[in-house]
């Protein structure tokens, strides 16, 4: 008989954020897709072109909307920007978990601020001689998209395990309602928005690491859990975003292969399409819902277990 000594019923038998390299590889993951976003959309002829005519198509629908969905699309930044103000407050007040609440407001912070640097210093917009005007400037990450993704983010980071797959879809939902709204009203270019949500990306992991390193206790399921998923933690949330991520993107590239593809993009305005509006919207929402789905795994995988 062994004499070895088992461990109790609230034992660790996984610590949280027990792989270091796993959330340096997801950082980096994070900064490869935001370079590559760039590298092909914004230094690239036919990638300008391409938003372009995404942005100009916004631009003519934009023209025909009415004044009271043109207020919602003007105050849906404040509106979501808010309810997750009040959403972090209240959990740091109610669960106490102040170290936590200090690390992702640092990283809510952080992404915003990353965001201008960015934008005002490093992704620099060549003027090519392909007709598209040059009077936007920079605009890589939306400054807008990244507030509302980072703040999504925060919230994520505050909750426990069990809750935090559905934190990550009502995430998803009011950061790309935000990213889609700032396409609509032809603020900002699409992988502007893409760029934004792998921002805030990049910093929740950052972020998370230290939460689930400081908050080992809060941060550690039960098997019982695993087994009977709590409503929050069901791996139906997970499932509807990888899905409705995937569809988006392959919606847009019908769409834009429908608009005549690669071989159809010029700079004149009369050429957008509504594909290029379809493609353009899809291209907004479809990143969003995929990074919280990569969220939403990651922290699954490293969260603790008792044994």
Do not use: C
Not at 170 to 178: E, K
């Amino acid at each position: 008989m062994s004499s070895a000594v088992r461990p109790g019923p609230r034992s660790p038998a996984r610590s949280p954020a027990r792989h270091p390299a796993a959330w340096l590889l997801a950082m980096a993951g994070s900064a490869a897709l935001l370079l590559g976003l760039f590298r092909v959309f914004v230094t690239t002829s036919t990638g300008q072109l391409t938003e372009y005519l995404a942005l100009e198509s916004a631009t003519h629908r934009l023209e025909g909307m009415r004044g009271p969905v043109l207020a919602v699309l003007d105050r849906l930044p404040e509106i979501v920007g808010v309810l997750g103000a009040v959403a972090f407050l209240a959990l740091a007040v109610w669960r106490r978990r102040w170290l936590a609440s200090a690390v992702a407001a640092a990283g809510f912070a952080a992404a915003n601020l990353t965001t201008q640097l960015l934008k005002s210093v490093v992704l620099v917009r060549p003027d090519l001689d392909n007709g598209v005007p040059y009077y936007t400037g920079n605009s890589m990450p939306s400054g807008h998209t990244t507030f509302a993704a980072a703040a999504a983010v925060a919230v994520f980071l505050l909750v426990a395990p069990r809750w935090r797959p559905l934190t990550a879809a009502l995430g998803a939902v009011f950061a790309t309602a935000v990213g889609a709204g700032t396409f609509v009203e032809a603020w900002h270019r699409p992988a502007d928005m893409a760029a934004a949500y792998l921002v805030a990306a990049f910093w929740g992991f950052a972020a998370g690491f230290v939460v689930l390193r400081t908050g080992a206790d809060w941060n550690t399921r039960g098997r019982a859990t695993a087994r009977h998923p709590h409503p929050g933690g069901h791996p139906g949330w997970e499932v509807a975003l990888w899905t409705g991520g995937t569809a988006a993107l392959l919606g847009a590239g019908a769409a834009f292969a429908a608009a005549g593809g690669a071989a159809g993009p010029s700079a004149d305005p009369a050429a957008a399409s509504g594909g290029h509006f379809v493609a353009g919207l899809l291209f907004t929402v479809g990143p969003g819902l995929l990074v919280f789905a990569v969220l939403a795994g990651f922290f699954r995988w490293q969260s603790g277990r008792r044994s």
